[in-house]
């Protein structure tokens, strides 16, 4: 159905259509979430395609005491992550998928043992709709243009003849779908991870005690870093106390992140504001949050020596998590710029560091208009008083030069300017400018 | 204190300028502007629609272009430049440039430098206008020309190409720097020894114009509104503003300058004349001396036995008319054009108002025989109507390509164009456009957007121009000196830059060069067709007039495949209309239309005609007008004549108000008529009621009003479609199958009107077809049977029939492989004629072979031994069940749109609920309010503009064609059936009128799914 007759449709029955983009990469990511979640059930989980997963549950029945539980177990898994899934169990990967598709229900072909009824499963397949076999739309016409309309009307013709046909690609996946020939999957990894935990027999008292024992765990989590080629941007230390209670100081920083001795010294100005209600018993360092070393331009130093730090914008991005560590991230923000014609509008207070630019968002080249401006403007433009040809603003301004006139946004707020550089009894040069809406005067900025 | 504007651009610098040429013009006039120049970026398309306006509203227009050129010594920085044109050589040199600019770039846009400025122009007045380089302050501060030195250096060689002729523009626009930026420039054209003058750099006529202006610039960019920032203008200064504005922002003394300068201007586009191409006429002979010679040789070819009288008499009327309004040469170009197609055997046919004309007739320009009609040459041509005459020709649509390159061949491209088509919003681009500037989300953008004021304001901008179907402009001069030339979409084409309208307006000559599928068709039949006589080939003149078997045929509605009267409308009114003679076609082509069916002229002539109303006519001179039509004005001469004898009109006026109906959707003149008719008739002691009823008439009529002469040249075709469709209906439905696409009908309709017809039609063969549809002589004495060609195949090309053939002529195909290899087809090719049912002597039905043929495919090492000659391997020794009836149905439309076997409805009636379903053959026998349940394949939606949102449906069964009436509350009901099934059943009353039934629909059923996959195209018409 084309969207133009969808809407026609809508429109015929008085509803509203609504459209909505599809995002692969959301999905993507949920199904590597769910995924992730299944290696609980079975070490052997693997992607198909972009709507499937496929678990081999042949070796993991026994754990789960029998095919009825470690079903319902995967179904929870799915529910919790908010998935509607439907499930389906064969004898090969190919058959399951295309099963599940269809969503037969193959469970009485087994027993909770988890032996199958071979004959009743090959039938199913049999009976399955050439259209059902997601096969390339070229072979898929080409076979039913032959008059086959089943599997089984395939299974039939001599493997030969159809290999002669349709290449040996076609008999391949004929073998594995019936189970000929093996169809192994490509299990996925398990997420990396690092957590290591450090015990305090003593307790420690003193949170500047803590240094050390995070000094060694960073060299553990560096290392690890190095093995795997990983850098990271977001780490979380839990210190947990002899009363029970526990503390996480999280520390960020504005670019990907391996050296030890950049987050030891991020995590000792944190550190400094830290108490500690009771001796602390435990220090644990835990990091999800990867980032590929070739993916991200953190600076590699071959030769890891602490201080080389030759490039500027290396030091800017240090300075800057270093000020985030002391004053905590809501206190650290930065000036862009935004493009329009609107004054008060053409800067924007953004987070430090935000995402990994450094520097703020300048473009290449400035508007010319920009040199004009003044470089303060006051939060909210003054009241000028006017009488006749005179403007008055704790004392006398005199207008040197203008108008620029800024008649812009009037889809939105509109604003009609006129603004003039103006100079005061004290000598100082002023941004003022005549509202043309509503026939006011104001002080807006101060030049110099 | 004076002014003129001479920077100024309209909405003809596309997606730019926010103001129609027309309210520029008016503004600067109400502003009391000395002068206005319209400067487009590189172009004149607007010029004509500012000249008209500035002459009737007193204003000076000064005709002039702005430029960016490239500066190959500073390429980072084009000179801005207007170019003015103080005379009609300039008007040339600017003309020219533009020209040049646009010939060598991709349509749409132009390139020119510093050099082909200095190499091109030497009258043109230039307007400088340099701007301070972007992003550099310091030019704020102090003015010093070594600060931007390029400025300098262009400045330099531009004074040295053009002194006395250049003046550096300002621009004041409340940019907050205009005092340093005036100084920096004061001080540049001191150090360069220019005059300053006044520039607005001109965008809208008036500052509320300006949310449109922002618009225009999102969607030029791209870009909604609200992240554009500072690519929109600043502010609205940018408009024609008051001269005491102007007084307040600028010296005096550049105010005073830019009136010296249009002063020096003084060139209008009046002064542009048109002339002919010279080569068309013989040594030694006038242009009329050589018009009369051709008119006399044809009058000997069309009457051998003679001239009549009033032809003649005619004929000297004409000459005489159109030597005094110096003519002569455009009838010389038409003719040329025509005896080139004639000689290469391609029919053509002039159209329009033309065909009133006895010397385009004895020319062979047109087909209405003078002596058999009564044509109205002041429609075509006259004193009063002051402007050129207009020659449309139709050709064979296939064939329109080489008359094409014959007038570029002939007259060189820089002497023949293309005329442009202005291409402008339509509510539905503006909805959407405007939408998206707005940066509303796609389902706020719909229907609701319309009344929105941006969105109104939009409607009928000039986006971008195109060509026109067909209307070329000739001159002697090269056409560069007129106007400007550009590069069309089409490779090998260049359009000028003004539209239809503005030809006419400039007075310049069009010849439109047409295509007609028609034309081809009937060419076709007739090469089918034994000649006799010796000669190869039948001429359209060879057919017989006034065959009563013919107008019989037409009068039983019988007409699929005739021009024009095989419509559902026109097919429903011949039953009704019953035509006897030509006149009678005459009349149904031009009634049968929206306009007339609007005005209400069809059901009185229908009863008229009948006998069952009286006519009476108030005068003899309204008699005189409308008694061949029965007292119902049908044609727009009639209108004209009857604006002059009852209302008493002048010749001119009454051409006036002919072109208010044709435009008065567009421009509501028509209302200023009305008083002036109806008043004109009552003091001709006319009734009101009369006078009424024809302005209503009148108004229906609208733009859809057929000119009787044009009528008459259409219904030539229809009469010799009808005769060779009675006659000789094989041959002339493969011509028509062969001319696709045109007409109303598919292939699969063609076949079936055909086979009932009794023309037998036999199937594609890769033994027997050839790329076209073929007649093949069946057992001696029957009549010719029909060959589908291999045209009709889906996914076979005609290189690939070629090959075919040529390899068939050599020997037969012994097996499909052989097929394959000596028609060297690819896979999907032999697949296509498999799927066709074409190789059934190879493999006895389609899923055999297919089987077979994919065993060929591509060269397979480990099968390569079984390749070799043993034709029985290819089916490895299976042999698979034949398809059922069904599924072979299926399959043939699916390849070749159409099927020979049993009509998908006639399978399906032996199931329910069709098995209660009548026919559409059965419905002849029912009364009219009778009840029916019929069911058939949708072929056809159509929704007339004219009646009330009602929408016809043809539903087709194995014995026919239904045609059903689906009222607007019936579509609300059914909306999803009536807008996407390919099967229906329907309920409902049967309405009859004389022969002709339709069902008027209460109940629809999809019963698409009767068929899995079936999917017929059905032609859609609103």
Request: charged share 25%; hydrophobic share 45%; proline share 6%.
């Given at each position: 159905m084309t969207v133009a007759l969808a809407g026609a449709l809508c429109a015929g029955n008085g509803a509203t259509l609504r459209l909505r983009e599809r995002d692969a990469a959301a999905e993507a990511s949920l199904l590597n979430r769910l995924a992730q979640d299944l290696l609980q059930v079975t070490p052997q989980v693997s992607i198909d395609g972009d709507d499937a997963l496929l678990l081999e549950?042949?070796?993991?029945?026994?754990?789960?005491?029998?095919?009825?539980?470690?079903?319902?177990?995967?179904?929870?898994?799915?529910?919790?992550?908010?998935?509607?899934?439907?499930?389906?169990?064969?004898?090969?990967?190919?058959?399951?998928?295309?099963?599940?598709?269809?969503?037969?229900?193959?469970?009485?072909?087994?027993?909770?043992?988890?032996?199958?009824?071979?004959?009743?499963?090959?039938?199913?397949?049999?009976?399955?709709?050439?259209?059902?076999?997601?096969?390339?739309?070229?072979?898929?016409?080409?076979?039913?243009?032959?008059?086959?309309?089943?599997?089984?009307?395939?299974?039939?013709?001599?493997?030969?003849?159809?290999?002669?046909?349709?290449?040996?690609?076609?008999?391949?996946?004929?073998?594995?779908?019936?189970?000929?020939?093996?169809?192994?999957?490509?299990?996925?990894?398990?997420?990396?991870?690092?957590?290591?935990?450090?015990?305090?027999?003593?307790?420690?008292?003193?949170?500047?005690?803590?240094?050390?024992?995070?000094?060694?765990?960073?060299?553990?989590?560096?290392?690890?870093?190095?093995?795997?080629?990983?850098?990271?941007?977001?780490?979380?230390?839990?210190?947990?106390?002899?009363?029970?209670?526990?503390?996480?100081?999280?520390?960020?920083?504005?670019?990907?992140?391996?050296?030890?001795?950049?987050?030891?010294?991020?995590?000792?100005?944190?550190?400094?504001?830290?108490?500690?209600?009771?001796?602390?018993?435990?220090?644990?360092?835990?990091?999800?949050?990867?980032?590929?070393?070739?993916?991200?331009?953190?600076?590699?130093?071959?030769?890891?020596?602490?201080?080389?730090?030759?490039?500027?914008?290396?030091?800017?991005?240090?300075?800057?998590?270093?000020?985030?560590?002391?004053?905590?991230?809501?206190?650290?923000?930065?000036?862009?710029?935004?493009?329009?014609?609107?004054?008060?509008?053409?800067?924007?207070?953004?987070?430090?560091?935000?995402?990994?630019?450094?520097?703020?968002?300048?473009?290449?080249?400035?508007?010319?208009?920009?040199?004009?401006?003044?470089?303060?403007?006051?939060?909210?433009?003054?009241?000028?008083?006017?009488?006749?040809?005179?403007?008055?603003?704790?004392?006398?301004?005199?207008?040197?030069?203008?108008?620029?006139?800024?008649?812009a946004d009037w889809w939105s707020t509109p604003l009609a300017r006129d603004y003039f550089v103006a100079s005061h009894d004290d000598g100082v040069l002023y941004w003022v400018y005549h509202d043309l809406l509503q026939d006011d005067w104001y002080v807006h900025g101060v030049f110099g | 204190m004076a002014y003129a504007e001479l920077c100024c651009r309209s909405n003809y610098s596309f997606l730019t300028g926010a103001s129609h040429p027309e309210e520029l013009v008016a503004r600067a006039r109400a502003l009391g502007y000395d002068a206005l120049a319209l400067t487009d970026e590189c172009s004149l398309a607007g010029i004509v629609k500012a000249h008209q306006a500035a002459k009737s509203c007193g204003l000076k227009l000064i005709a002039g272009s702005l430029f960016h050129l490239h500066d190959p010594d500073h390429p980072a920085h084009p000179v801005r430049l207007v170019l003015l044109a103080p005379t009609r050589s300039a008007y040339a040199e600017l003309s020219g440039l533009i020209t040049r600019g646009r010939r060598r770039s991709a349509k749409g846009e132009y390139r020119l430098s510093l050099r082909d400025l200095d190499r091109l122009v030497r009258e043109c007045l230039l307007v400088w206008l340099p701007e301070p380089p972007a992003g550099d302050p310091r030019l704020a501060a102090t003015a010093s020309a070594s600060l931007a030195p390029h400025l300098f250096a262009q400045g330099h060689a531009l004074a040295a190409g053009h002194r006395g002729r250049l003046w550096l523009g300002v621009t004041l626009a409340h940019g907050g720097n205009d005092t340093s930026r005036y100084l920096a420039l004061h001080e540049l054209a001191v150090a360069l020894d220019l005059p300053m003058t006044a520039a607005g750099d001109v965008l809208m006529h008036e500052r509320a114009r300006r949310p449109l202006l922002d618009v225009v610039t999102a969607i030029r960019l791209n870009t909604p509104l609200a992240q554009l920032g500072t690519r929109l203008t600043a502010n609205a200064e940018r408009h024609l503003r008051r001269i005491d504005t102007l007084r307040r922002l600028y010296p005096p003394a550049l105010l005073e300058e830019s009136a010296r300068i249009a002063a020096r201007c003084v060139f209008s586009l009046d002064e542009l004349r048109y002339e002919y191409p010279r080569e068309l006429v013989p040594e030694g002979m006038s242009a009329g001396d050589y018009l009369r010679t051709l008119?006399?040789?044809?009058?000997?070819?069309?009457?051998?036995?003679?001239?009549?009288?009033?032809?003649?008499?005619?004929?000297?009327?004409?000459?005489?008319?159109?030597?005094?309004?110096?003519?002569?040469?455009?009838?010389?170009?038409?003719?040329?054009?025509?005896?080139?197609?004639?000689?290469?055997?391609?029919?053509?046919?002039?159209?329009?108002?033309?065909?009133?004309?006895?010397?385009?007739?004895?020319?062979?320009?047109?087909?209405?025989?003078?002596?058999?009609?009564?044509?109205?040459?002041?429609?075509?041509?006259?004193?009063?109507?002051?402007?050129?005459?207009?020659?449309?020709?139709?050709?064979?649509?296939?064939?329109?390509?080489?008359?094409?390159?014959?007038?570029?061949?002939?007259?060189?491209?820089?002497?023949?164009?293309?005329?442009?088509?202005?291409?402008?919003?339509?509510?539905?681009?503006?909805?959407?456009?405007?939408?998206?500037?707005?940066?509303?989300?796609?389902?706020?953008?719909?229907?609701?957007?319309?009344?929105?004021?941006?969105?109104?304001?939009?409607?009928?901008?000039?986006?971008?121009?195109?060509?026109?179907?067909?209307?070329?402009?000739?001159?002697?001069?090269?056409?560069?000196?007129?106007?400007?030339?550009?590069?069309?979409?089409?490779?090998?084409?260049?359009?000028?830059?003004?539209?239809?309208?503005?030809?006419?307006?400039?007075?310049?000559?069009?010849?439109?060069?047409?295509?007609?599928?028609?034309?081809?068709?009937?060419?076709?039949?007739?090469?089918?067709?034994?000649?006799?006589?010796?000669?190869?080939?039948?001429?359209?003149?060879?057919?017989?007039?006034?065959?009563?078997?013919?107008?019989?045929?037409?009068?039983?509605?019988?007409?699929?495949?005739?021009?024009?009267?095989?419509?559902?409308?026109?097919?429903?009114?011949?039953?009704?209309?019953?035509?006897?003679?030509?006149?009678?076609?005459?009349?149904?082509?031009?009634?049968?239309?929206?306009?007339?069916?609007?005005?209400?002229?069809?059901?009185?002539?229908?009863?008229?005609?009948?006998?069952?109303?009286?006519?009476?006519?108030?005068?003899?001179?309204?008699?005189?007008?409308?008694?061949?039509?029965?007292?119902?004005?049908?044609?727009?001469?009639?209108?004209?004549?009857?604006?002059?004898?009852?209302?008493?009109?002048?010749?001119?006026?009454?051409?006036?108000?002919?072109?208010?109906?044709?435009?008065?959707?567009?421009?509501?003149?028509?209302?200023?008529?009305?008083?002036?008719?109806?008043?004109?008739?009552?003091?001709?002691?006319?009734?009101?009621a009369f006078a009424e009823r024809l302005f209503r008439q009148i108004e229906g009529f609208g733009e859809y009003g057929f000119p009787e002469s044009h009528a008459a040249s259409f219904a030539l075709l229809v009469y010799v479609s009808a005769w060779l469709k009675c006659h000789q209906p094989a041959a002339f439905c493969c011509g028509l199958l062969n001319s696709l696409p045109m007409g109303f009908y598919s292939p699969s309709q063609l076949v079936q009107d055909v086979r009932r017809h009794g023309v037998p039609v036999l199937p594609v063969d890769i033994d027997h077809s050839e790329w076209d549809y073929q007649l093949e002589a069946l057992a001696k004495g029957d009549g010719p049977a029909l060959r589908i060609g291999l045209r009709q195949v889906a996914g076979f090309g005609e290189d690939a029939a070629r090959r075919l053939v040529a390899a068939r002529a050599q020997q037969p195909f012994a097996n499909l492989q052989d097929l394959k290899a000596r028609a060297q087809l690819t896979q999907a090719q032999l697949a296509a004629l498999v799927a066709a049912n074409a190789v059934q002597r190879l493999a006895s039905h389609r899923h055999q072979g297919h089987w077979e043929a994919r065993a060929i495919g591509q060269e397979m090492p480990l099968y390569a031994a079984q390749q070799r000659g043993d034709s029985d391997a290819l089916h490895d020794g299976i042999h698979l069940p034949a398809p059922g009836e069904t599924t072979d149905m299926l399959a043939d439309y699916a390849s070749t749109g159409l099927t020979l076997n049993r009509h998908p409805m006639a399978i399906l009636r032996e199931r329910p609920p069709f098995d209660r379903c009548l026919r559409a053959s059965d419905l002849q026998r029912l009364a009219s309010g009778r009840f029916a349940r019929v069911a058939g394949v949708v072929t056809n939606r159509q929704r007339p503009g004219t009646a009330s949102g009602v929408l016809f449906m043809t539903l087709e069964d194995e014995t026919g064609n239904v045609n059903l009436v689906v009222w607007e509350a019936t579509q609300a009901r059914y909306h999803r059936a009536v807008l996407d099934a390919r099967i229906l059943v329907v309920k409902g009353t049967v309405e009859r009128k004389d022969s002709v039934i339709h069902v008027i629909a209460g109940h629809i059923t999809d019963a698409s799914s009767a068929f899995s996959g079936f999917d017929p195209a059905s032609r859609d018409f609103h």
């Open positions: 549950i042949g070796g993991c029945l026994r754990l789960f005491r029998g095919l009825d539980a470690l079903l319902s177990r995967v179904t929870a898994l799915c529910t919790a992550q908010d998935v509607t899934a439907t499930l389906a169990l064969a004898h090969t990967p190919g058959a399951a998928r295309l099963f599940a598709v269809h969503a037969l229900d193959t469970r009485p072909l087994y027993d909770d043992a988890g032996h199958a009824d071979i004959p009743g499963l090959r039938q199913a397949l049999a009976a399955l709709p050439v259209q059902g076999l997601e096969l390339d739309p070229r072979t898929e016409e080409s076979v039913m243009q032959m008059g086959l309309t089943t599997f089984a009307d395939i299974e039939a013709l001599p493997r030969q003849a159809l290999g002669r046909r349709f290449g040996k690609t076609f008999t391949q996946w004929l073998d594995r779908l019936t189970g000929v020939a093996p169809d192994p999957r490509m299990a996925i990894a398990p997420e990396t991870f690092f957590v290591r935990e450090l015990n305090f027999l003593d307790g420690i008292v003193h949170a500047d005690g803590l240094l050390f024992p995070m000094q060694r765990l960073l060299g553990e989590f560096s290392r690890f870093l190095r093995h795997r080629q990983l850098a990271t941007q977001h780490l979380v230390w839990r210190i947990t106390h002899s009363d029970g209670s526990t503390q996480e100081i999280a520390i960020n920083t504005a670019r990907p992140e391996l050296s030890p001795a950049r987050l030891l010294a991020l995590s000792r100005i944190r550190l400094e504001g830290v108490q500690l209600p009771a001796p602390a018993e435990t220090l644990r360092l835990a990091c999800r949050q990867f980032i590929p070393l070739a993916d991200s331009d953190a600076v590699t130093n071959l030769f890891g020596a602490a201080g080389n730090e030759d490039n500027r914008d290396d030091g800017i991005a240090a300075l800057i998590d270093r000020l985030r560590a002391r004053l905590g991230d809501r206190h650290c923000r930065q000036l862009a710029y935004h493009d329009g014609w609107r004054p008060e509008a053409a800067q924007r207070v953004v987070s430090a560091g935000a995402g990994t630019a450094v520097h703020p968002a300048l473009p290449p080249l400035l508007p010319s208009h920009l040199a004009r401006r003044p470089l303060w403007l006051l939060r909210e433009p003054l009241r000028v008083l006017r009488q006749g040809e005179r403007l008055h603003w704790r004392g006398t301004l005199t207008l040197l030069d203008g108008p620029e006139r800024i008649d | 008119t006399l040789a044809g009058m000997h070819t069309r009457w051998p036995q003679g001239t009549p009288e009033k032809v003649l008499r005619q004929i000297d009327a004409e000459l005489a008319l159109i030597a005094e309004l110096k003519y002569e040469y455009y009838f010389l170009t038409v003719h040329d054009i025509v005896a080139f197609a004639r000689a290469q055997g391609i029919l053509c046919q002039g159209r329009g108002s033309a065909a009133s004309s006895a010397v385009c007739y004895c020319l062979g320009i047109t087909e209405v025989d003078p002596a058999r009609c009564e044509l109205l040459f002041e429609r075509f041509l006259s004193r009063e109507r002051n402007e050129p005459p207009d020659i449309d020709v139709d050709f064979e649509h296939e064939r329109r390509e080489e008359v094409i390159q014959y007038i570029y061949r002939k007259y060189g491209r820089e002497h023949a164009a293309l005329a442009a088509t202005l291409i402008c919003y339509r509510p539905r681009s503006a909805v959407r456009d405007v939408g998206k500037a707005l940066g509303l989300a796609p389902e706020e953008i719909g229907d609701g957007l319309r009344e929105h004021p941006l969105v109104r304001e939009l409607l009928g901008f000039p986006r971008h121009l195109s060509q026109h179907v067909g209307g070329f402009v000739i001159t002697r001069a090269p056409l560069s000196t007129l106007v400007p030339v550009e590069n069309a979409a089409m490779a090998d084409r260049t359009i000028i830059q003004w539209d239809k309208d503005d030809l006419e307006a400039m007075g310049l000559l069009k010849v439109d060069i047409l295509a007609l599928g028609m034309l081809t068709a009937i060419r076709k039949t007739l090469a089918l067709l034994p000649a006799g006589d010796g000669r190869t080939t039948l001429a359209m003149a060879d057919i017989p007039p006034e065959d009563p078997a013919t107008y019989a045929m037409l009068s039983r509605g019988d007409s699929v495949g005739v021009f024009q009267v095989e419509s559902r409308a026109q097919m429903a009114m011949l039953p009704r209309l019953r035509p006897r003679t030509f006149y009678d076609l005459v009349v149904q082509v031009a009634i049968v239309r929206p306009g007339p069916i609007q005005g209400d002229m069809v059901h009185p002539y229908l009863r008229r005609r009948a006998g069952e109303e009286p006519v009476h006519y108030p005068d003899d001179a309204v008699r005189g007008v409308l008694e061949r039509t029965l007292g119902v004005p049908i044609f727009q001469e009639q209108v004209i004549k009857l604006a002059m004898v009852a209302a008493g009109f002048s010749g001119g006026e009454a051409d006036q108000l002919r072109r208010a109906m044709a435009s008065w959707r567009k421009s509501g003149e028509l209302e200023k008529f009305r008083a002036k008719l109806i008043d004109g008739m009552l003091a001709r002691g006319h009734e009101r």
